[in-house]
């Protein structure tokens, strides 16, 4: 079980945003993607679920090649990957407990008590038992990130992709949501993908680190051998540092 | 073409089917019979003052009769709900879309267009003849009360000329006309909602676009009719 990212390109009409990008993650491992903002990182995200296809390229999921699959298949798929959104994409219409059950109706296999409890548990998982009946809109940011990975991880999937989940939040907020990745890791032995820029909580929930650079795969490595590079792009960038980065 | 093929995902739209008639056409029932009332009482002192001298003032009840429901019933009504219920739709689907709560559908393994789509067309095309029938009977009826009460026009002289040309095809032609109008106000407000890009100044543009697009189909669409089953 494992997700292999081969040689991707992509581009959005004169803008070629991945320029044979490559990654691989191996099963129960948190991998962490680095980069500026606009360099392709949830891109890069929406191709492992086939909300974009590469114009070259695969992506194989469980062995799998998303970018081959017709859409029924890539449904099939997305049922064992759960999807952590930038600002979390709560269906505002709805309630957070039917936010939340949305992935487990779509499965068909679950009674309506089923639900109603899974629904309950992933809400306790996140602190935020009892909040069900609320709207997205009487919750802070931090709280409807929550509900995002309450909604991701309801139907236990296999991989939890997060998209950014500390971008905007206070140093606290930050804390407890990289908590959150490392529980999921340890405690449901999910594999996971985290785009980021923000280096302290990359450090923290990272098994391995990618560094995405100009649509190609610039570093890989440990958070141990990020911190040693000699490379001044990548050195630029987790140090905050520009000057690096033009020299480079 | 993703319509018709998502028709097929039955489990997907059936349940929120009869919440988008609900939205699509019982809400827009009060704006509707108030155009169609305002429509019926002008229609009548316009054919009053046109014919006076002329003919027969019984041919106010036929004209009445005729033009509400062959063109003022579906057009007016059309045109009134592309703002009502296309705009509506259009921006609802325009901010899911901006916000990426239609990529996380998807991300859930929904067909965003089996679950926006679908429900909200079908709700079109099955309650908008429903108003428009609503609509052309009170604006008939509109008409009616003002002949007797400004026009000195009795009831029967009214029905008289209602009945004078009534052929039961025109009712039916009105329907034809009506869901044709339902589909495009919905398709195209879910067309231009699904295609948003840009944040809020985004979500502006399609609804207006969705507005101004659909009122030109309805246009194009209700001189089709009018060139093809009359």
């Known amino acids: 079980m494992s997700i292999q990212l081969v040689n991707i390109h992509k581009s959005f009409g004169e803008k070629e945003v991945l320029r044979g990008f490559s990654l691989t993650i191996d099963a129960g491992q948190t991998m962490v993607v680095i980069g500026g903002s606009g360099s392709g990182k949830s891109v890069t995200l929406k191709h492992i679920i086939g909300l974009l296809r590469p114009d070259i390229g695969e992506v194989w999921v469980d062995g799998e090649n998303v970018a081959r699959l017709d859409q029924a298949s890539v449904y099939r798929i997305r049922r064992k990957v759960g999807f952590v959104f930038q600002f979390a994409a709560l269906f505002d219409s709805m309630t957070i407990a039917e936010n939340v059950a949305m992935g487990l109706e779509r499965m068909e296999t679950f009674s309506e008590a089923e639900i109603r409890d ?27 990130k929550r509900v995002g990975f309450a909604r991701a991880i309801a139907t236990e999937p296999d991989y939890i992709l997060y998209d950014e989940p500390t971008t905007g939040l206070d140093p606290i907020t930050k804390a407890v949501i990289d908590e959150l990745i490392m529980k999921m890791a340890d405690e449901l032995g999910v594999t996971g993908v985290v785009i980021t ?25 440990t958070p141990e051998e990020l911190r040693a590079t000699d490379d001044p792009v990548v050195k630029g960038f987790i140090e905050g540092r520009p000057d690096l980065l033009e020299s480079a | 073409m993703d319509a018709l093929k998502a028709l097929r995902k039955v489990r997907l739209w059936a349940p929120h089917l009869v919440g988008q008639m609900v939205r699509v056409g019982v809400e ?21 003052y046109t014919f006076t001298g002329a003919m027969p003032l019984y041919f106010v009840g036929t004209l009445v009769g005729k033009t509400m429901i062959l ?29 990426e709560q239609i990529d996380a559908l998807e991300a859930l ?39 007797m009460a400004l026009l000195d026009m009795s009831s029967p002289e009214f029905l008289k000329g209602l009945r004078l040309f009534f052929d039961p095809w025109d009712v039916q032609f009105s329907v034809i006309k009506s869901i044709s109008f339902g589909i495009t106000v919905t398709a195209v407000g879910c067309s231009f ?38």
Do not use: K
């Open chain 2, 71 to 99: 063109e003022l019933g579906p057009v007016l009504t059309g045109l009134a709900l592309s703002g009502r219920v296309g705009a509506n739709i259009a921006a609802e689907i325009g901010t899911m879309r901006v916000t």
């Open chain 2, 28 to 48: 827009s029932v009060p704006i509707a019979l108030f155009i169609a009332t305002f429509t019926g009482v002008v229609l009548a002192l316009q054919a009053s």
């Open chain 2, 109 to 147: 393994a929904y067909d965003p267009v089996a679950y926006l789509v679908v429900p909200r067309v079908l709700a079109g095309a099955i309650m908008f003849p429903m108003v428009v029938i609503l609509a052309n009977a009170l604006g008939v009826l509109a008409g009616w009360g003002t002949s």
């Open chain 1, 118 to 144: 899974r629904v309950e548990e992933c809400l306790e998982w996140v602190d935020l038992g009892g909040y069900g009946d609320r709207m997205p809109a009487q919750l802070s940011g931090g709280q409807r």
């Open chain 1, 197 to 221: 820029h923000d280096m302290d909580s990359a450090f923290r929930i990272a098994d391995r680190i990618a560094m995405l650079h100009e649509g190609r795969n610039r570093f890989e490595g």
């Open chain 2, 193 to 230: 909602g699904f295609h948003t890009r840009g944040g809020a100044a985004g979500v502006g543009r399609a609804t207006t676009q969705a507005v101004v697009i659909s009122s030109m189909i309805i246009l194009v669409l209700d001189a089709f009719w009018a060139a093809t089953l009359l």
